[in-house]
């Protein structure tokens, strides 16, 4: 009976280490992706595409007219 106890923990404690590394590399993942998300969606980066892919600018100060 102990014998079958030691071997039902040692095999507990390795499924718990290994979900403890699963969580950590999803972490981690998450951490990325989160960076990745807002590098792509900062201001610079969406003024660069307007004016690359739709030709959309900025207008300067003298092409606005307030009414």
Sequence with gaps: V?????SS???L?????ALENVSHQLMENHIS???QRDQ??????VR???AEKLSLY?????QMKFF
């Design 40 to 45: 792509v969606f900062s201001p610079e980066r």
């Design 33 to 35: 992706l989160r960076a």
């Design 13 to 17: 404690e390795q499924s718990v280490q």
């Design 2 to 6: 102990n014998l079958w106890l030691a």
């Design 58 to 62: 900025a207008p300067e100060k003298e």
């Design 9 to 11: 923990f040692k095999n």
């Design 48 to 50: 660069i595409i307007a």
